[in-house]
C-alpha cells in the first residue's frame, strides 16, 4: 500500500509560483506513472499533468507552458512546479500513483492578490 504525503501549497499572487512536493512511503517510481490532478470548489477533479517511469510528461491545456512536472526516483518524490500563477489555478491538488491507485490528501493552491 503506497501512502502519498503532498506539500508545498499556500497563497500567491498572480504572476507568482510555487512547487509542490509529493514523497511517497515505498519505492513507487520504479513501476508507477504518477500524476497531479486538482480540484477547484464546485468542480470536479481534473488531470493536470503526468509524468510515466520514462520521464515521458503530458499537460493540461490550461497550463502547458507554465507548469512542469518533474520526479526524482531515489528520493520517492515527484514534483510540480507551478509558474506564471493565475487566480484559475486555485484548487486543492492531488498527487496520485496511477499503479497503486493511491491519492494524497491534497494541498491547497490560492492564487489571489
Known amino acids: 500500500q503506497a501512502q502519498l504525503v503532498e506539500s508545498g501549497g499556500g497563497l500567491v499572487q498572480p504572476g507568482g509560483s510555487l512547487r509542490l512536493s509529493c514523497k511517497a512511503s515505498?519505492?513507487?517510481?520504479?513501476?508507477?506513472?504518477m500524476e497531479w490532478y486538482r480540484q477547484a470548489p464546485g468542480k470536479q477533479r481534473e488531470l493536470v499533468a503526468t509524468?510515466?517511469?520514462?520521464?515521458?510528461?503530458d499537460y493540461a491545456d490550461s497550463v502547458k507552458g507554465r507548469f512542469t512536472i518533474s520526479r526524482d526516483n531515489v528520493d520517492n518524490t515527484v514534483y510540480l512546479q507551478m509558474n506564471s500563477l493565475k487566480p484559475e489555478d486555485t484548487a486543492v491538488y492531488y498527487c496520485?500513483?496511477?499503479?497503486?491507485?493511491?491519492w494524497g490528501q491534497g494541498t491547497q493552491v490560492t492564487v489571489s492578490s
Open positions: 496520485y500513483a496511477r499503479y497503486f491507485s493511491a
Open positions: 515505498v519505492n513507487v517510481f520504479s513501476i508507477s506513472t
Open positions: 509524468i510515466t517511469t520514462s520521464r515521458r510528461t
